[in-house]
């Protein structure tokens, strides 16, 4: 016969065992949900550099690591290209917080995050450019590393935080932060110098164009481009271009924006601006110079002296003129030495010139006289300007015989050769029989 009470004692029993276990197993399971919570949350800031959300998921954390880690992750101690590169990587990051490795016994507990960026020493190998090559190879995404985080916990007053030794496991995830990577030099930091072209005093007389010619240590690895300005308005800007140590902004009459006075361009103040194209707000260098128009020839160059005589001084503004001593043979301004190598008339001019035609004469073993037999030069060339990097501009009509002979020569200097007859200049200078060393 069935014993009603020791049947509903043996129930009751079963029931009681029943709710204990029960609540037993719901209670680790809430445990194991908040601690994945603040896995993700860690994980989550991690990944974006938030230090102070992540530090908020920790507990007591000294102030020089918490200060370490801030500022490892502000990235405040790199250049603008680096910190550009190293967000890029950081945007590769994710995570995932591996629910079935979690564990938990009262109040501590653990739990694996895995994750993942990018394989940045791999898409970096070999690479050299500017902080957008760098961040294009990382987007092209090569490979991926992989990094497992244990985080370890502990139940605290106001819920669980996750312990200061736990951060140890980002070292290898944050190493991208401390690698180094090797720029291209900044385009401004190669910049060496410039110099309006052609001019005197930053100012044009009577030209149909300027120039600024800018010198670099070193070839920009970048394209670069420049603006023209006048009277403080942008009239022109050029496409971008690559260019070796040295660049020529060049801005004449048939340019775009450029507006004329007759034959030259207008007056005025000009700016000429130049950019790297990688960084469009950074200016290289600036420069301005003033263009004029005058009907006056250069008062301190004399039309005739002894030994050289301005014809016709409308091809150029003429700076300077004589005969130059390539080999330091000259005892006078027109007398060389019996060992001078080279014969050599140079005008200087402010501005630009044309194209000219210069031929020699020898007129005989004394001073010569009369005009020469303009048919049968001894040598003859055409000519155009030669450019200094100080700026200076040249004709060197130079002749260099295999034999110097004695006595006297002549230059005539035309716009071709058949203009001859009416010459631009005509100049003359003695080869006398010493050496320099006799003197």
């Not at 550009?84 to 564990?103: C, D, G, R």
């Not at 990018?118 to 760098?134: H, I, K, Q, R, T």
């Not at 502990?154 to 290898?172: A, F, M, P, V």
């Not at 050029?238 to 207008?266: K, M």
């Amino acid at each position: 016969m069935l014993d009603a009470k020791k049947f509903m004692t043996a129930v009751l029993t079963g029931i009681m065992l029943v709710s204990t276990c029960g609540c037993s197993f719901s209670n680790n399971q809430k445990k194991i949900d908040e601690i994945v919570s603040v896995a993700d949350t860690f994980a989550k800031s991690a990944c974006y550099l938030d230090s102070n959300k992540l530090l908020s998921t920790v507990g007591e954390v000294s102030n020089s690591k918490a200060e370490e880690l801030k500022s490892k992750l502000s990235m405040t101690d790199l250049s603008y290209d680096e910190s550009v590169v190293k967000l890029a990587i950081a945007e590769t990051m994710s995570y995932e917080v591996k629910t079935e490795t979690a564990q938990v016994e009262k109040k501590e507990g653990s739990v694996n995050v895995v994750f993942t960026i990018d394989d940045y020493e791999d898409a970096f190998d070999g690479l050299v450019g500017y902080s957008d090559v760098f961040v294009k190879a990382v987007k092209a995404r090569k490979s991926v590393k992989q990094y497992t985080v244990t985080l370890n916990l502990y139940k605290g007053e106001d819920g669980w935080l996750i312990t200061e030794s736990s951060l140890e496991g980002l070292n290898e995830l944050y190493a991208f932060l401390d690698y180094e990577i090797t720029f291209c030099a900044d385009t401004k930091d190669l910049f060496d110098s410039s110099k309006w072209m052609y001019c005197t005093d930053d100012n044009y007389v009577n030209t149909d164009v300027i120039e600024l010619d800018i010198w670099f240590d070193s070839a920009p690895e970048e394209k670069l481009y420049y603006t023209v300005g006048k009277d403080g308005e942008t009239i022109y800007a050029s496409e971008p271009t690559t260019c070796g140590t040295s660049f020529n902004a060049i801005f004449d009459v048939d340019y775009r924006g450029a507006s004329r006075t007759g034959d030259y361009l207008s007056e005025g103040v000009y700016t000429i601006k130049l950019f790297a194209v990688r960084k469009t707000d950074a200016v290289i260098t600036s420069a301005t110079v003033t263009v004029s128009i005058s009907d006056e020839i250069d008062p301190d160059i004399p039309m005739e002296t002894s030994y050289y005589t301005i014809e016709d001084a409308s091809f150029a503004s003429i700076a300077d003129l004589g005969w130059w001593d390539y080999n330091s043979t000259m005892i006078a301004d027109d007398t060389y030495c019996a060992d001078t190598q080279t014969l050599a008339f140079s005008i200087q001019i402010n501005g630009i010139g044309p194209q000219l035609y210069y031929a020699y004469y020898y007129l005989g073993e004394n001073e010569g006289s009369g005009t020469p037999d303009l048919e049968n030069p001894v040598y003859d060339s055409q000519i155009v300007v030669q450019k200094y990097k100080d700026g200076t501009v040249y004709y060197n009509m130079d002749y260099r015989p295999s034999e110097l002979k004695p006595g006297t020569y002549a230059i005539y200097i035309a716009a071709d050769e058949d203009s001859l007859e009416t010459p631009l200049i005509t100049a003359t200078c003695m080869v006398i029989t010493q050496t320099s060393a006799e003197f």
